[in-house]
């Protein structure tokens, strides 16, 4: 895994997954590049994500799922937040579940977007009580107070993409797919859903608009971006079926 995420200075803060371990380092903008920093624990392939701000603090959120060979994989959501200097210290624990259909591995998964507000809103899927579900809080306050839920309890959602838009707020898209009979996810009956998610004063986020954009069926690799001239937002997948097609 490999990221970069870079601020209005065009300092980058880079990103990646090696041994075993994520770490990262700073390229500035003036060409000095600073010193690698290991960031935390992880397992292969993780979902990863950075945001680096001007006030020159960064934050790094990864998700990874170990698939040990006779147990049930587990996922683990870690968030670390930097020092000034965009210095990482120990990783926080966000989530830690049981992962039997490794969504933790799943492109999207995992959110990590700056606003128009330069609030940062984390968005992770964790598994509870059986149930896939969506959450999503501010991210300096995601490990210490209760996160939003943004889809069905009832459902099995899988958080698919976290686009901003230009009101201070972010579109948020999932896929709902119902379990089979052996438990597995049953990825030809796939909807997809989409809602608008602020944060508002006391770092509450809220939720409107929300609204399944397609029914059931074979909907893979689901996107969204927000047009900023006009808040305007546009999904657009993959539908396989007699013929695949791009859909929007």
Not at 204 to 226: C, E, F, K, S
Request: with cysteine; aromatic share 6%; hydrophobic share 45%.
């Amino acid at each position: 895994a490999l990221t970069l995420a870079m601020d209005y200075r065009s300092d980058v803060l880079l990103a990646w997954q090696q041994n075993h371990s994520i770490f990262a380092c700073m390229l500035r903008a003036s060409g000095r590049t600073d010193a690698r920093q290991r960031v935390g624990p992880s397992a292969a392939h993780p979902q990863l994500e950075a945001v680096v701000s001007d006030n020159d603090h960064g934050m790094i959120a990864w998700s990874s799922t170990e698939l040990p060979r006779r147990s049930t994989p587990k996922t683990r959501i870690d968030l670390s937040l930097s020092r000034v200097g965009v210095r990482f210290g120990a990783p926080h624990l966000l989530a830690s579940f049981a992962d039997p259909q490794r969504l933790g591995r799943s492109p999207g998964s995992l959110a990590l977007e700056r606003l128009s507000t330069e609030n940062v809103m984390l968005a992770w899927t964790v598994l509870e009580h059986g149930h896939y579900l969506i959450r999503a809080g501010p991210a300096v306050f995601a490990v210490s107070r209760p996160a939003r839920l943004l889809s069905d309890p009832r459902s099995q959602a899988i958080l698919a993409d976290l686009a901003p838009g230009p009101a201070g707020e972010a579109v948020a898209l999932w896929r709902t797919a119902p379990r089979l009979a052996g438990g597995a996810l049953n990825m030809r009956r796939v909807e997809l859903w989409a809602a608008r998610a602020s944060i508002v004063p006391h770092s509450r986020v809220t939720l409107r608009d929300t609204v399944m954009i397609v029914p059931p069926g074979p909907n893979l690799a689901p996107t969204i971006a927000v047009d900023p001239s006009n808040d305007q937002a546009v999904a657009a997948w993959l539908a396989l079926g007699a013929q695949r097609r791009i859909e929007y």
